[in-house]
């Protein structure tokens, strides 16, 4: 198998074996863009060398052969001080991990070769400065010493010069530094600085290897979903530099704004300076404009580049270049990372200018960036003034208190939320960015570390504060001397650069134009009906607005719960006649009417699936042990005669709670079995429900209400409730469909059972997965996240469908529902149904419907539409 190939003779590679920076460079060589030469060694190498514990056989053969050609291409040769060939090396992953992995630049100076480079190009300076570079990101990345002690060295020599910035330094002074860096090299690693090109480039190699293994690039995958197995490509290439003076320079750009989306190129660069400098926000850069004055002619080179990129992947481009001596080179072009707002405006712009079609468009808009959109903003009018104002890198607003490192971030993210504030962040900071509500870097531009993952992470963010000073050791930050030490609150607004002391009040994210265009396009795709869980009015009327197609589930027992009807309802569970009984069903239907007036009003003409009370009775009841703490004490006093009436009322309360109480409850008198045992009360909820329905349907309205009887485990016990329904429905002259919810195991074995006795069937997921797994929903938090960091569960199944174990008692109930009732509706109305991987398989199996929290509609739309698609591309092609 081949493991190496130049980037001329990757042609028609894809990025599962060159990674995307790989695939990039491949097809701008092919493009004839200005790219240095080089060549990948592919993922597979990276994969075998997880496998084996060691490289593939003729690796090493494989990379001088190519280096070879490069030696032949360039006229310059690896390790020769008199026409000195230098390198980099990049990793290049199939999905885009900015800043995650490792890389090394100017592979190829030793003390030979630098005195060499210094001669040729009559710069020692510039070659000092490259060498010391070498020796702080080798030691970094294949030794393992900590990078601050090369950067402090750095620190206190420009301290001893009086120089604020690295571009002070004369080339004496670098000399000094690099023989300072070699004796931090020497002490921290035990030998000196290799002196073998030859030996750099194969332990940078192996370094970006095992740089796919590190935790950075662990937690960023994890974070991101991405597979653990893929590995990443190594790309060598031949170096080109930014640091060669003022017609030289290092920058970033992107084809389109990545945090609006609007159609301008959007970028930053440095002059006389290394790709890193950019990236890692060590210096703050000048905005991409600014290159027209400086050097005109590469501007234009650039624009003309970057519109040709966008043209041909049909995308926004991420792109980074380097300037040397007045010449272009383009580094690397990848789809570039976008805020959720730019993300709808990009799709929606490149529909319209005839670049993809609808299709295309809703594929590209990730589900996370639905939810990013409603991401809370500052209320307005909220009359603060701004402690600063600085880069708007990531939108969106936070509220939390100050924290200076990563690890911090985590620790006191468990207890409240917090803002990482640091000079800049780096690739290992990636646990305290996921952990925190919004960043602030003293450091870096709209391109840097900081700025590019927070947006890929929806995370707020700003940058490049100038005006922050940032004392980590004493744990404060200081602004025009004003002091705000860690633990205290401020609130981070990414969306305007600006950040407040103190906490300001945050209100929802306005969804755009350009949301509503594409959902509606995803509507025309997608097979699935999406409906909403809604028990009220108001969330029916947010359900509506969001484009639910009507309530998968209407909670009935929700309405019960208010601080008012509390007592009708213990009223009627207590009481100790029938007529006391039927006076406060009487009182509760009046309620429960209102209730289900208001909803099928919001939902007026769209399907609303009524599930009659499920929980069990004693849910309505004070807690046990409270109530027998408090009978204990009332009987080891004397009692006024109110607490003696407090004291009888209450020993018949516990007398009848400890009647009513049961050791599993969810296992108990609930669901179906509570409308057996005590149907009074599902005759109650259909009256209520046929009288709403009657007025609502004299008013000239249309209402569409279905019935829905929850935890039936038997078709006996649906035929038996559903005979209940239907004597109640008779006296108001009423006919609704009549389904049921499968919650349990048996129910799903038994599909074609219940579907001879109903009209539709709905699957409550979340009960289903409780009592398949035999976890308890309520406790299983306790162990869950351990048994995900250790690997036996692959994710927690009650946020994501598990396929294996539920998903195959699902599939066996539609199938034998099918056979039995073929126009059966099937559904699903467990928070499943608004997960993206299980509506995909919700698609898969053939359900008609799935019914999600009013907040998560958006998001279940366009996942019902990327299911749709995905499947129409797995179809096979009939000849």
């Given at each position: 198998?081949?493991?190496?190939?130049?980037?001329?003779?990757?042609?028609?590679?894809?990025?599962?074996?060159?990674?995307?920076?790989?695939?990039?460079?491949?097809?701008?060589?092919?493009?004839?863009?200005?790219?240095?030469?080089?060549?990948?060694?592919?993922?597979?190498?990276?994969?075998?060398?997880?496998?084996?514990?060691?490289?593939?056989?003729?690796?090493?053969?494989?990379?001088?052969?190519?280096?070879?050609?490069?030696?032949?291409?360039?006229?310059?040769?690896?390790?020769?001080?008199?026409?000195?060939?230098?390198?980099?090396?990049?990793?290049?992953?199939?999905?885009?991990?900015?800043?995650?992995?490792?890389?090394?630049?100017?592979?190829?100076?030793?003390?030979?070769?630098?005195?060499?480079?210094?001669?040729?190009?009559?710069?020692?300076?510039?070659?000092?400065?490259?060498?010391?570079?070498?020796?702080?990101?080798?030691?970094?990345?294949?030794?393992?010493?900590?990078?601050?002690?090369?950067?402090?060295?750095?620190?206190?020599?420009?301290?001893?010069?009086?120089?604020?910035?690295?571009?002070?330094?004369?080339?004496?002074?670098?000399?000094?530094?690099?023989?300072?860096?070699?004796?931090?090299?020497?002490?921290?690693?035990?030998?000196?600085?290799?002196?073998?090109?030859?030996?750099?480039?194969?332990?940078?190699?192996?370094?970006?290897?095992?740089?796919?293994?590190?935790?950075?690039?662990?937690?960023?995958?994890?974070?991101?979903?991405?597979?653990?197995?893929?590995?990443?490509?190594?790309?060598?290439?031949?170096?080109?530099?930014?640091?060669?003076?003022?017609?030289?320079?290092?920058g970033v750009g992107f084809t389109r704004n990545p945090n609006s989306g609007q159609k301008e190129i959007f970028g930053e660069f440095l002059l006389n300076a290394q790709g890193e400098d950019v990236v890692a926000g060590i210096r703050t850069p000048l905005p991409l404009s600014d290159l027209k004055k400086h050097l005109p002619e590469v501007y234009e080179q650039l624009m003309t580049t970057?519109?040709?990129?966008?043209?041909?992947?049909?995308?926004?481009?991420?792109?980074?270049?380097?300037?040397?001596?007045?010449?272009?080179?383009?580094?690397?072009?990848?789809?570039?990372?976008?805020?959720?707002?730019?993300?709808?405006?990009?799709?929606?712009?490149?529909?319209?200018?005839?670049?993809?079609?609808?299709?295309?468009?809703?594929?590209?808009?990730?589900?996370?960036?639905?939810?990013?959109?409603?991401?809370?903003?500052?209320?307005?009018?909220?009359?603060?003034?701004?402690?600063?104002?600085?880069?708007?890198?990531?939108?969106?607003?936070?509220?939390?208190?100050?924290?200076?490192?990563?690890?911090?971030?985590?620790?006191?993210?468990?207890?409240?939320?917090?803002i990482l504030v640091t000079l800049e962040t780096s690739p290992e900071d990636i646990h305290g960015m996921a952990s925190a509500q919004g960043i602030l870097t003293a450091r870096g531009g709209m391109t840097s570390h900081a700025a590019v993952v927070a947006r890929g992470m929806g995370c707020p963010a700003v940058v490049g504060a100038d005006e922050l000073r940032v004392d980590r050791e004493a744990g404060l930050m200081k602004v025009r001397g004003q002091v705000i030490r860690a633990?205290?609150?401020?609130?981070?607004?990414?969306?305007?650069?600006?950040?407040?002391?103190?906490?300001?009040?945050?209100?929802?994210?306005?969804?755009?134009?350009?949301?509503?265009?594409?959902?509606?396009?995803?509507?025309?795709?997608?097979?699935?009906?999406?409906?909403a869980n809604a028990d009220t009015p108001q969330d029916a009327e947010r359900a509506r607005n969001n484009g639910a197609q009507g309530i998968g589930l209407c909670r009935t027992e929700h309405m019960f719960f208010s601080e008012e009807r509390i007592p009708l309802v213990r009223k009627m569970i207590l009481a100790p006649t029938p007529q006391e009984e039927l006076e406060a069903l009487r009182d509760l239907q009046d309620l429960q009417r209102l209730d289900f007036e208001g909803i099928l009003l919001a939902m007026d003409g769209l399907p609303v699936t009524v599930r009659l009370m499920d929980p069990p009775l004693h849910e309505f009841l004070p807690q046990l042990p409270e109530l027998l703490v408090r009978v204990t004490q009332l009987s080891q006093q004397e009692r006024s005669e109110t607490e003696e009436l407090e004291f009888q009322e209450s020993s018949q309360l516990l007398e009848r709670v400890r009647e009513l109480h049961e050791v599993n409850p969810m296992m108990g008198l609930r669901g179906a079995r509570l409308g057996i045992t005590r149907p009074s009360i599902i005759c109650m909820q259909v009256h209520a429900l046929a009288r709403a329905?009657?007025?609502?349907?004299?008013?000239?309205?249309?209402?569409?209400?279905?019935?829905?009887?929850?935890?039936?485990?038997?078709?006996?016990?649906?035929?038996?409730?559903?005979?209940?329904?239907?004597?109640?429905?008779?006296?108001?002259?009423?006919?609704?469909?009549?389904?049921?919810?499968?919650?349990?195991?048996?129910?799903?074995?038994?599909?074609?059972?219940?579907?001879?006795?109903?009209d539709f069937l709905s699957f409550g997921t979340n009960d289903l997965t409780q009592m398949t797994y035999g976890y308890s929903r309520d406790d299983a938090a306790r162990f869950l996240g351990t048994y995900v960091e250790k690997g036996i569960l692959q994710f927690d199944p009650f946020t994501r469908l598990d396929e294996d174990g539920v998903g195959s008692l699902i599939r066996l109930a539609v199938q034998d529902a099918r056979r039995k009732a073929p126009h059966i509706k099937l559904g699903v109305c467990g928070e499943h149904g608004g997960e993206k991987h299980s509506i995909a398989f919700f698609h898969q199996v053939g359900l008609d419907y799935v019914s999600c929290s009013p907040f998560r509609l958006l998001s279940a739309r366009l996942a019902a539409a990327h299911a749709a698609l995905k499947s129409w591309k797995e179809e096979p092609v009939l000849a």
């Open positions: 198998m081949k493991h190496v190939y130049t980037f001329s003779e990757a042609q028609g590679l894809g990025k599962d074996q060159l990674g995307g920076k790989g695939a990039g460079l491949a097809a701008m060589t092919a493009l004839g863009l200005p790219v240095p030469p080089g060549f990948t060694v592919t993922t597979d190498a990276c994969r075998s060398y997880y496998m084996h514990r060691q490289t593939p056989v003729n690796l090493w053969q494989d990379v001088q052969d190519a280096l070879q050609q490069l030696e032949h291409q360039t006229g310059k040769q690896f390790g020769n001080p008199e026409r000195p060939l230098l390198l980099s090396v990049r990793s290049g992953a199939r999905f885009s991990m900015p800043g995650m992995m490792d890389t090394i630049l100017n592979l190829g100076l030793t003390d030979e070769v630098v005195a060499g480079l210094a001669t040729l190009t009559g710069d020692a300076r510039f070659a000092q400065d490259a060498y010391r570079r070498l020796i702080q990101m080798f030691g970094d990345v294949v030794v393992g010493i900590p990078r601050h002690h090369f950067e402090t060295a750095l620190e206190d020599l420009k301290a001893s010069r009086e120089v604020h910035s690295d571009l002070g330094l004369t080339a004496e002074d670098l000399t000094e530094l690099v023989a300072t860096y070699k004796r931090i090299f020497k002490r921290h690693a035990g030998f000196e600085f290799p002196q073998s090109p030859q030996f750099q480039l194969q332990e940078a190699i192996l370094a970006v290897f095992k740089s796919w293994g590190n935790r950075r690039a662990a937690t960023y995958r994890k974070l991101h979903h991405i597979p653990d197995d893929l590995g990443t490509a190594a790309n060598v290439q031949v170096m080109v530099f930014g640091n060669l003076g003022e017609t030289s320079g290092t970057a519109q040709l990129l966008e043209d041909h992947f049909r995308d926004m481009q991420d792109f980074e270049f380097t300037i040397e001596d007045g010449k272009l080179y383009m580094l690397q072009t990848r789809a570039g990372k976008r805020s959720a707002r730019a993300a709808f405006r990009i799709a929606r712009d490149l529909v319209q200018e005839g670049r993809i079609t609808r299709e295309e468009a809703v594929t590209r808009i990730e589900l996370d960036a639905l939810e990013q959109l409603l991401y809370p903003q500052p209320v307005p009018g909220h009359g603060k003034t701004p402690l600063l104002k600085a880069l708007p890198a990531s939108p969106g607003a936070a509220v939390g208190v100050v924290v200076f490192s990563a690890d911090e971030a985590v620790e006191v993210a468990k207890e409240q939320p917090c633990g205290e609150t401020i609130t981070l607004n990414g969306s305007t650069g600006e950040i407040f002391l103190g906490e300001l009040p945050l209100q929802e994210g306005e969804v755009q134009e350009e949301v509503f265009e594409l959902l509606c396009w995803a509507d025309g795709i997608r097979q699935l009906e999406v409906r329905t009657r007025d609502l349907l004299s008013r000239g309205k249309r209402p569409r209400p279905e019935i829905m009887i929850p935890l039936t485990g038997t078709g006996e016990e649906m035929a038996y409730v559903r005979h209940i329904v239907e004597e109640v429905l008779a006296s108001h002259d009423l006919h609704l469909p009549i389904g049921s919810m499968i919650e349990v195991p048996r129910a799903c074995l038994v599909g074609g059972q219940l579907a001879s006795n109903a």
